[in-house]
């Protein structure tokens, strides 16, 4: 099962606007890492936020973490027409081998012109 | 630098009919290799991981099988499709250890007709 929740499911926002993005999940983590998949490509990653961080950066991006409450959020500020895409937060947990993530079920965003 | 790749990108097959799909990766040395699904507007769902050669373990009882010949091949396989098969299969990887992203290949589209 997902064990991430994303919301909303879809965003529509205008360029140059800021888009947020939440996600909750449900146990204990190491970290929590946010993806961006275009339509009908791989994912790439974005950015990592380990479980004893709270806020993080990296260019327009901006990632907080808020263990007490199991949800982080993603940020993208300025937003462009190329950021158009699912993003999708992704957590590994502390037990367990493989280092598996567990995938939410994503938010398309969509920016507009 | 570490690449992926998977092949075929697309697949048509259909129903009763075998299955492969191959996933390799360079640049690097005994990778955890992952196998996911991602139905249409959906998240990804764990099939498969591997922390080595002939090292498999399976997250969905399913239809389909996965193996690793090779440290750096990770296989996807099923004998007789169904049509809940279809959907896009990414394989990805990553350095063994905690609190590390993974790299996804670009994807195979399955549809099982």
């Known amino acids: 099962s997902q064990q991430g929740e994303e919301d909303p499911q879809a965003l529509s926002i205008q360029e140059g606007e800021n888009a947020t993005m939440n996600c909750s999940y449900k146990t204990s983590i190491n970290n929590l890492q946010w993806y961006r998949q275009n339509s009908g490509r791989g994912l790439v990653h974005l950015i990592l936020?380990?479980?004893?961080?709270r806020e993080k950066h990296s260019g327009r991006l901006r990632v907080t973490l808020d263990t007490s409450k199991k949800s982080s959020s993603l940020l993208i500020t300025a937003s462009r027409a190329a950021d158009t895409a699912s993003y999708f937060c992704?957590?590994?947990?502390?037990?367990?081998?493989?280092?598996?993530?567990?995938f939410g079920t994503g938010t398309q965003l969509k920016v507009e012109l | 630098s570490q690449t992926i790749h998977q092949w075929p990108a697309t697949l048509v097959q259909p129903v009763g009919s075998p299955l492969s799909l191959e996933c390799t990766v360079e640049?690097?040395?005994?990778?955890?290799l992952y196998w996911y699904r991602q139905a249409a507007g959906r998240g990804l769902q764990l099939l498969f991981y591997s922390v080595g050669i002939g090292q498999i373990s399976s997250e969905v009882p399913q239809n389909l099988s996965a193996s690793r010949p090779q440290d750096r091949q990770f296989i996807l396989s099923s004998k007789k499709l169904l049509l809940s098969d279809s959907g896009f299969y990414l394989c990805?990887?990553?350095?063994?250890?905690?609190?590390?992203?993974?790299?996804f290949g670009p994807g195979t589209r399955l549809t099982v007709t």
């Open positions: 640049g690097t040395s005994n990778p955890n």
């Open positions: 990805a990887w990553r350095f063994k250890g905690g609190g590390y992203e993974q790299y």
């Open positions: 992704a957590t590994e947990r502390i037990t367990g081998g493989g280092n598996k993530l567990t």
């Open positions: 936020i380990r479980s004893n961080e």
